[in-house]
């Protein structure tokens, strides 16, 4: 029979002071607790104590020491050879008669008051995947213990660091790496406390659990030391070094303790007797009695865990309900992207399928406008929005004609140009340069202006080209049959307004190279003086030379000052916008005459297991909102997160009135221009995301932009507007 009233009635005498800490305490973990029910644990990372030692550090005396029972197996060699997942649940002892009981998480509705069959049925579970041969399996065992005697913890016990296999065992060669890769995957999440098992007789300095949490926690800001056996080291030496950090120090500090010998546990010795020796011993103790409170004993072990992994667990909340709604708002994007399961229907298949064409069609237009989508950004976050790009190739153009000091007659010496001036002038009267001279030297600089406006218009389409087939892969990704038939489709309307884009380019091209003419202001102003002021003797055929280079140098200028702004005009009218307006109709065509499309059109199996996966993630993680919510403090810190989310996004200076009418209105526009087949599903989905929507977001019916979510779609926002019209 176990009598727990001792050992409660000491703890709670010496946690008198503390004892808001311990109900706070309670709080925070009944809340981590229930998270890994909900099955959190899956997905987001969760705080915990992991203990971690070599074999035979005394681990299990240690365990059983804060619980306050004997309760583990016991035997040589490896004992832990399944992880023992302990969440101690502290039960008050009014009468002093209060029994604990354990409860498995495998078998939830059996209750053991019983530790011995405790103690069985862990061998029994550790055996029944591990083996009854030794053998070492990373599967944790649920236990939970309710007792006047334990603390509000979570602890895992793992396997103890072994180097060498027993012999005729089921352990491989390799069970030092195995133990080792087992204490490092759970020693290494932050949310992690290592609770470092380290025996006092022996060198501190050699200690493969204590090199382990260093490596794991180099700061130490999450690793707390016990020296255990300070009782049987060599006679003459002590552990006060080791204890006060002196030779290894931990930001946490070290605690140490004198646990149960294997005599002690083969005579039976209570876990309370065992305590209150310890106590008495240390209190005799030559140089332990001098020490100052909280280095020495279990209690005090039990009192500094508390209070670390309540501080631990209050810092960790709010990052991990960032990441909950994080992670959910990750999963319903992706189920939107995915869409709803393939209809069987012809008729329903061609709705789907229009409605993706529609969602590519807007999708494209708004990457090529630099208008705000949720859905760009999961593409590629770093890259220029698409408008932007287009416009940076336009700026680009003739970019190196416009540069400071370029004259297109610096390859010109006077020599050609007065040779133009004498092979052009004609039987002429002398004096008057020829218009043939200013189109001989002009035409081969402007020839140089084509191909700098098709290779732009390449660009362009090339860009374009890139964007929707990336916007394709993404839109009809649970459709891969069909990708490849509808970039063709989307390639050749490219193509097609590429073509007639390129013909008004080069007709501009070729007005600009053929008829000479300008209105210019700056051009026909420009007068040289054919005879300088104050210049008596001047070389006439010098001076035509020198106007002639002038002229061509300055209409030059003016030519592809016009093409610099026709050009990207002409590209961005006749190719980009004619590609937006006429893109989804081309589409539609497409897909109305193509017996293949329809035909093909089926979800791969991948598709409908990563639907189902999100599903039961989302789910998850909705079952864990719903945990927050319960608690006031949790709920008021998951509406922070949210309101924070969607900071940025919304203009909070809005009313409740505008804010309705603007997303309504926005809705009944969408759903005036669909189909009745959409306007049904639409209607359908509202009325299963309403009967739901008090789940997902509370009885609140406020409608204003803090409560606006970065992650709710269009239908939730939609059933918070019914459920304000009902209220």
């Not at 004992?79 to 302990?86: F, I, M, Q, S, Y």
Request: proline letters at 5%.
């Amino acid at each position: 029979k176990i009598y727990p009233s001792e050992i409660s009635k000491n703890r709670q005498m010496e946690g008198t002071q503390s004892a808001p800490l311990f109900n706070n305490l309670r709080k925070l973990v009944s809340v981590v607790d229930e998270l890994r029910d909900v099955g959190l644990q899956e997905y987001i990372n969760l705080p915990r104590i992991a203990v971690l030692g070599t074999q035979s550090a005394g681990k299990s005396s240690l365990l059983e020491a804060i619980v306050g029972i004997d309760f583990l197996p016991r035997g040589e060699g490896v004992v832990t050879r399944r992880p023992l997942e302990l969440r101690l649940v502290h039960v008050s002892d009014v009468s002093g008669n209060t029994q604990p009981w354990g409860v498995f998480e495998a078998e939830k509705g059996n209750k053991y008051t019983d530790f011995n069959t405790v103690r069985e049925k862990i061998q029994e579970y550790t055996d029944k995947v591990a083996g009854k041969n030794k053998g070492i399996v990373d599967d944790p065992i649920v236990l939970t213990v309710y007792s006047p005697t334990c603390p509000d913890l979570t602890l895992i016990d793992l396997p103890g660091i072994t180097r060498i296999p027993l012999a005729n065992s089921d352990q491989t060669k390799d069970i030092e790496k195995v133990t080792k890769d087992m204490a490092t995957r759970y020693g290494k999440d932050k949310r992690t406390i290592i609770l470092c098992v380290v025996p006092a007789n022996a060198d501190i300095s050699t200690s493969d659990a204590l090199q382990m949490a260093q490596n794991l926690d180099p700061q130490g800001e999450r690793t707390i030391g016990v020296l255990t056996k300070v009782d049987i080291m060599d006679k003459g030496t002590n552990a006060k070094r080791m204890i006060l950090g002196e030779e290894i120090p931990l930001k946490l500090g070290y605690v140490g303790v004198r646990g149960r010998s294997q005599h002690d546990i083969n005579e039976k010795v209570r876990v309370s007797k065992a305590l209150d020796e310890e106590r008495k011993w240390f209190a005799e103790h030559p140089v332990y009695s001098t020490f100052p409170p909280g280095y020495l004993g279990h209690d005090n072990l039990v009192q500094k865990l508390t209070k670390v992994f309540f501080q631990h667990i209050r810092k960790l909340l709010p990052e991990i309900i960032k990441d909950i709604n994080q992670r959910a708002q990750e999963c319903e994007m992706r189920l939107r992207d995915l869409g709803p399961p393939l209809p069987r229907e012809s008729s329903e298949k061609m709705q789907l399928l229009w409605n993706m064409v529609t969602d590519f069609t807007e999708y494209f237009k708004n990457s090529i406008k630099g208008k705000y989508d949720s859905k760009r950004g999961s593409i590629n976050k770093k890259e220029i929005p698409g408008g932007a790009q287009i416009k940076l190739m336009f700026s680009k153009l003739y970019e190196e004609f416009v540069k400071k000091g370029y004259k297109p007659t610096k390859d010109y010496s006077d020599r050609d140009i007065e040779k133009a001036i004498i092979l052009h002038q004609g039987d002429s009267i002398p004096g008057f340069p020829s218009i043939d001279s200013f189109m001989y030297l002009i035409q081969p600089q402007l020839d140089k202006l084509t191909e700098p406006a098709i290779e732009c218009l390449n660009d362009v389409y090339n860009f374009l080209e890139n964007l929707a087939l990336k916007i394709v892969s993404k839109v009809f990704a649970r459709f891969p049959q069909i990708i490849d038939e509808v970039s063709e489709t989307i390639c050749r309307v490219l193509q097609k307004h590429k073509s007639k884009s390129r013909q008004v380019v080069e007709d501009i091209i070729d007005s600009e190279l053929n008829y000479l003419f300008t209105n210019d202001s700056d051009y026909i102003l420009s007068r040289t003086q054919l005879i300088p002021n104050g210049q008596k003797e001047v070389d006439p055929q010098q001076q035509f030379i020198q106007e002639m280079r002038n002229r061509v140098d300055s209409y030059f200028n003016v030519v592809v000052r016009n093409l610099r702004d026709s050009i990207p005009k002409a590209i961005g009218f006749f190719f980009v916008r004619k590609s937006e307006e006429t893109m989804q109709f081309e589409l539609y065509n497409e897909i109305n005459s193509s017996l293949e499309i329809m035909s093909s059109m089926s979800e791969p199996a991948h598709i409908s297991a990563e639907r189902d996966t999100l599903n039961r993630t989302l789910g998850i993680l909705r079952n864990a909102q719903k945990v927050l919510r319960k608690d006031p403090d949790m709920a008021a810190a998951l509406r922070a997160d949210m309101e924070e989310r969607s900071e940025g996004l919304l203009d909070s200076s809005e009313t409740s009135d505008k804010i309705k009418k603007k997303f309504v209105e926005n809705i009944e526009d969408k759903v005036d221009k669909t189909e009745k087949a959409t306007k049904d599903a639409i209607r359908t989905e509202v009325k299963k995301v309403e009967s739901t929507s008090s789940d997902l977001f509370g009885t609140s019916t406020t409608v204003s932009y803090t409560h606006l979510r970065a992650h709710e779609t269009p239908e939730h926002l939609v059933c918070r507007l019914l459920l304000e019209k009902k209220k």
